[in-house]
């Protein structure tokens, strides 16, 4: 699985205006809808749900929030630099400034975790992110993000 088999280019946003995790995921939660055809009320609302069990912010300025939604036809994924960090309740305690929403459908089951993985992945690299922060177009973001990993290593 690819990053681009989640990520279209309406789903990347170059400079997320929130000063909240609340903000931060109310704003994400209305893109993923205009994307994934869902509505943005349902999205908000399994994207809240899956903080209250426990944050998404992984560390390193970075968080990945998910959640699993009926009605959905396929994987999708959404984006955000956001022009401010912002406290995300993160496991290292540091603000968060990258964001990385996955919204699956609720039979997706391994495929989830393996679009999970490949986004943990791609956002522990340090490199990448550096590229991802030093950037403030959605095109060259959607192209960081969707560079395949023979081109990495190459």
Excluded: W, Y
Aim: with cysteine; net charge negative.
């Amino acid at each position: 699985m690819e990053i681009n088999d989640l990520l279209v280019p309406e789903g990347v946003v170059a400079d997320l205006k929130a000063t909240s995790k609340k903000q931060a995921l109310q704003d994400l939660a209305k893109r993923a809808a205009e994307v994934s055809g869902l509505h943005e009320r349902a999205i908000f609302d399994v994207l809240m749900e899956r903080e209250r069990l426990g944050t998404t912010g992984v560390g390193n300025g970075i968080a990945i929030p998910h959640g699993k939604l009926a009605n959905l036809d396929r994987l999708h994924g959404l984006f955000a630099r956001l022009e401010q960090p912002i406290d995300f309740h993160a496991i290292d305690e540091r603000p968060v400034d990258l964001i990385f929403v996955l919204l699956a459908p609720e039979n997706a089951g391994a495929d989830h975790l393996k679009a999970l993985a490949r986004i943990s992945r791609l956002l522990r690299n340090n490199g990448i992110c550096d590229k991802l922060r030093g950037t403030d177009s959605a095109e060259a973001l959607f192209a960081i993000l969707t560079e395949s990993q023979e081109d990495r290593a190459a």
